[in-house]
């Protein structure tokens, strides 16, 4: 019998954006909160909240870039109920790929 064990909720908001450029995608569901959908991996709610807020001009050696865009809703239903999924929608940045 194997034991699993949550990892600490990313809380990182460029590491945040590296994964949902390659592809993955957000989802907050009111029982468990923010998580990666592709990854299933917790996110840190203030981490999200700074995506969402977006940032205006940055450069990639700003310890506040956060990707140079911001979290879109995509009123996709994917866990029905109370829940959302929201994707990245891109900016301008200088943060590199």
């Not at 506040?64 to 929608?89: I, K």
Request: proline share 5%; glycine share 12%; hydrophobic share 40%.
């Amino acid at each position: 019998m194997s034991e699993t064990t949550d990892l600490a909720p990313l809380s990182d908001p460029l590491e945040i954006v590296r994964l949902l450029r390659a592809g993955d995608r957000l989802a907050h569901c009111y029982q468990t909160g923010w998580r990666l959908v592709g990854g299933d991996v917790a996110v840190a709610e203030n981490a999200v909240n700074a995506l969402k807020r977006g940032t205006p001009r940055m450069t990639s050696d700003d310890a506040q870039d956060f990707g140079g865009g911001r979290l879109a809703p995509l009123d996709d239903g994917l866990f029905g109920g109370f829940s959302q999924t929201w994707m990245w929608a891109e900016g301008r940045t200088a943060v590199p790929r």
